[in-house]
């Protein structure tokens, strides 16, 4: 199964009509197809009807509460949850882990943080889905559980640290992801040096072809389909 240059559908499910259009907003413009629901069974009604690449969901539903949702969802599938919620009790944090979300997120929350947290969520579920040739742009193929990339069907060697960054670009295929962004993936501070980006992408460029990875001077870089 490959990967194509569809945008990944986010389920956003969130019973505040402000904050559940101003997420839709953000989404659409960040290049995801953004699909909403105000309460638990809307959820997951459209859950079983577009099979969302991820969940966002508030806890505080007004006709169940979250947790159930979170399992409902666990018992259908691996959808990444990321959870969205103003409760920051441990203990509440600690049960929607452990009933199977990828993540938690304590309102009021920045706009770059959950954007980098979905982008995490789509990157492991994508890797959950098997050992196949998850995403291919052009002749390059990256198997995600094998972590192992061909070319016109011929492997190519790459570093730990050239796999993950181009790991970020195939999750985002055909989007560009900024500079901190990657640096933040990867090296886990958006402060790390700029020159090490650089020359990692340059590696990469060389080896699967200056016109699969192309640049946004600037402002990032991008895995052309």
């Known amino acids: 199964m490959s990967q194509t240059t569809d945008p990944a559908t986010v389920?956003?499910?969130?019973?505040?009509?402000?904050?559940?259009?101003?997420?839709?907003?953000?989404?659409?413009?960040?290049?995801y197809r953004a699909v909403t629901a105000r309460t638990a069974a809307e959820g997951l009604r459209w859950y079983a009807h577009y099979s969302p690449d991820l969940v966002l969901l508030d806890l505080g539903l007004p006709d169940r509460d979250g947790l159930t949702v979170i399992r409902d969802i666990r018992e259908?599938?691996?959808?990444?949850?990321?959870?969205?919620?103003?409760?920051?009790?441990?203990?509440?944090?600690?049960?929607?882990?452990?009933?199977?979300?990828?993540?938690?997120?304590?309102?009021?929350?920045?706009?770059?943080?959950l954007l980098a947290r979905l982008r995490a969520g789509l990157r492991?579920?994508?890797?959950?889905?098997?050992?196949?040739?998850?995403?291919?742009?052009?002749?390059?193929?990256?198997?995600?559980?094998?972590?192992a990339v061909t070319r016109a069907g011929q492997p190519i060697k790459l570093s730990p640290k050239e796999f993950d960054l181009l790991s970020?670009?195939?999750?985002?295929?055909?989007?560009?992801?900024r500079h901190k962004d990657l640096l933040r993936a990867v090296w886990g501070d958006e402060r790390a040096e700029i020159q090490y980006l650089?020359?990692?992408m340059g590696q990469l460029r060389h080896k699967l072809g200056p016109e699969r990875i192309l640049s946004d001077p600037g402002v990032g870089y991008r895995l052309e389909a």
Do not use: M, W
Request: hydrophobic fraction near 45%.
């Open 168 to 177: 970020e670009l195939a999750v985002n295929l055909g989007r560009t992801v």
């Open 124 to 147: 492991h579920g994508v890797q959950a889905r098997g050992s196949e040739p998850l995403v291919e742009a052009g002749d390059v193929a990256i198997d995600f559980g094998r972590r």
């Open 198 to 200: 650089r020359v990692y």
């Open 11 to 31: 389920l956003v499910v969130e019973d505040d009509p402000s904050l559940n259009a101003a997420l839709a907003t953000t989404l659409r413009l960040a290049g």
């Open 76 to 113: 259908r599938g691996t959808t990444p949850i990321v959870v969205l919620s103003a409760r920051d009790a441990e203990g509440v944090k600690v049960q929607a882990l452990d009933l199977g979300a990828d993540d938690y997120v304590q309102k009021p929350f920045g706009v770059e943080e």
